[in-house]
Structures are given as structure tokens and as C-alpha cells.
């Protein structure tokens, strides 16, 4: 358990990837913080199955990561909570699918303030933890649309390819301090971020629904989504001591989409 004794913040950890992550990172050893929005109960029947299933210690705290001033208290809340935030995964993220002309400014603003500057908030106040530590693993979620674009997805694909610029500066500031900072880029993965676009895809390209979700599988060569615990398994891995030289890196994991 190379986690145990660590404390894991994973932000937009109610559901999809991000409670996957959480999971896969309780399961070696870390306590974990977990974050986002969605039913109380719900929530905190997740939080609790954290702790039984594997031994630690879970914690909710409900922060808007739209909102500086809350990615903010998020890591100082798991720092008061568990005493140090050694692992970050800033994860939390929502799509919006519109024509560029379309496109309302409202969503484009509220898109990148959670998918690209919450990453940037939650890290400036996680990294001097790590700094003084001498270890930190910083992962964040991006997307193979951090690698390539796709119609439709102005403010998604700007966000998302900016966070892979903000996942190398902070690997090259903290290469030295026993800190590494990753980009992982999934491919489709079927949670429900993907599922609440395929109404909004339909209508975008004038398609029934069936046919948009074929579209998206048609980008992804093996024609599967990719799974959340495929992912959690590859952040787990960037959190273990093999993946130490691992840093600055925007990696894919999506069946093979961003090598056409
Ligand atoms: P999801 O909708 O299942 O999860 C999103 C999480 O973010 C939820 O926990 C939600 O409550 C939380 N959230 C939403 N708004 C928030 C806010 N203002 N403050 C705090 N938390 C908030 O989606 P998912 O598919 O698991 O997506 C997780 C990440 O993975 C996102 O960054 C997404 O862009 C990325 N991603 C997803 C896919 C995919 O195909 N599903 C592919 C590539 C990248």
C-alpha cells in the first residue's frame, strides 16, 4: 500500500471518473477527500462505502470549483481534516455542446473557470504542502480533446488544451521537490458527462441520438468506451513510485483516437 499515510483531494468525485480515481486510490491505502455535487444521501453513502470497503478515512467537503475562493478551501479543509494533501487530482468538469455562434457566454465562462482555472487555484494552494514534503502528485483529468478538437466544443477543447499547458509548467516548477504533475487524456469514457450530451450532439448536428452516440465511438478506433476503472488504474499507477519520472507528460488513454 505505497498510499498509506497519504491524504488523496480528488475534486468532482460524486460520480464518473473522479469517484473511480477516489476509489482506486482509497484501495491503496490513501485517505481521500471528495468533492462535487449531487444528492446528500447519495453522497454520502459513497463516502461511507470508501471507508468500509477499504479502511480509511473519506471525507465530503461540498466546494463550488467555479468559485476561486472555494478550490481554495478545499485544500485547506483536507489539510485541517487529514493534515497534508499529497495527492491532487483536479478532475472536476462539465461539457457543453454548441455551434461557435451559438455558444452562450455564460457557459463558456463557467467552463473554463471549473475545467481549466480550478485546476490552477486548487494547485497553487496544494503545491507549497508538497514543496515542503518533498513529494506530490499532481494528476490532472484533461482529455483527448486536450490533444485534438472536436466541433461543437469551443469552450471544452480551449479549457481542456489549456490545462495540458498548466500540467507542464507546474511539472517543470516542482520537478525538483519530489513532485510530479500528469495529464491523463481519455478517450470516451461512458459516464454521465457523456450520456447528458447526446441530446445537445443530436440537435447540434441534426441527427437522432442513436447516431450521435455512434458518432462519438467513430472517433475511437477500438469502437469502446474507455472505462472509469481502466482510468483509475492508470492514476494510481502516476501516484506510485515507478511513475516517479513521469512528469509534464499529457497522456492518452483513449483507444487509440488521438494516433489518426
Ligand atoms: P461526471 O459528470 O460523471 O462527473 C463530473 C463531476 O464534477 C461530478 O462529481 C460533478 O458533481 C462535479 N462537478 C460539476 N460541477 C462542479 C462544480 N462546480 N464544483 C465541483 N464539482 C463539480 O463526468 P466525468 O465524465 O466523470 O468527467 C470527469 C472529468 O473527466 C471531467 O474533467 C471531464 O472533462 C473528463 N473527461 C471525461 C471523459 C468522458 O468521456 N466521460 C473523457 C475525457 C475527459
Request: hydrophobic share 50%.
Amino acid at each position: 500500500m505505497s498510499l498509506k499515510s497519504r491524504t488523496a483531494v480528488v475534486t468532482g468525485s460524486t460520480s464518473g471518473i473522479g469517484l473511480a480515481i477516489a476509489r482506486a486510490l482509497a484501495s491503496d491505502g490513501a485517505n481521500v477527500v471528495i468533492n462535487g455535487f449531487g444528492d446528500a444521501d447519495a453522497i454520502e453513502k459513497e463516502r461511507a462505502g470508501i471507508e468500509k470497503d477499504f479502511g480509511v478515512k473519506a471525507a465530503y467537503v461540498a466546494a463550488d470549483l467555479t468559485k476561486a475562493e472555494d478550490c481554495e478551501k478545499l485544500i485547506a479543509a483536507a489539510t485541517e481534516t487529514f493534515g497534508s494533501v499529497d495527492v491532487l487530482v483536479n478532475n472536476a468538469g462539465v461539457q457543453y455542446v454548441a455551434p461557435i455562434e451559438e455558444f452562450p457566454v455564460d457557459k463558456w465562462n463557467m467552463i473554463i473557470a471549473l475545467n481549466l482555472s480550478a485546476a490552477f487555484h486548487a494547485t497553487r494552494a496544494a503545491v507549497p504542502g508538497m514543496k515542503a514534503r518533498k513529494w506530490g502528485r499532481i494528476i490532472n483529468t484533461a482529455s483527448a480533446h486536450a490533444l485534438v478538437a472536436s466541433p461543437f466544443k469551443a469552450a471544452y477543447v480551449a479549457a481542456k488544451h489549456g490545462i495540458a499547458g498548466l500540467t507542464k509548467v507546474v511539472a517543470l516548477e516542482t520537478a525538483t521537490f519530489g513532485i510530479t504533475a500528469n495529464a491523463i487524456c481519455p478517450g470516451y469514457v461512458w459516464t454521465p458527462l457523456v450520456e447528458k450530451q447526446i441530446p445537445d450532439q443530436a440537435k447540434a448536428r441534426g441527427i437522432s441520438e442513436q447516431e450521435a452516440k455512434n458518432i462519438l465511438l467513430a472517433a475511437q478506433p477500438t469502437k469502446e468506451f474507455v472505462t472509469v476503472e481502466q482510468v483509475a488504474a492508470f492514476a494510481l499507477f502516476l501516484t506510485s513510485d515507478a511513475a516517479a519520472a513521469i512528469t509534464g507528460s499529457i497522456l492518452p488513454i483513449d483507444g487509440g483516437w488521438t494516433a489518426e
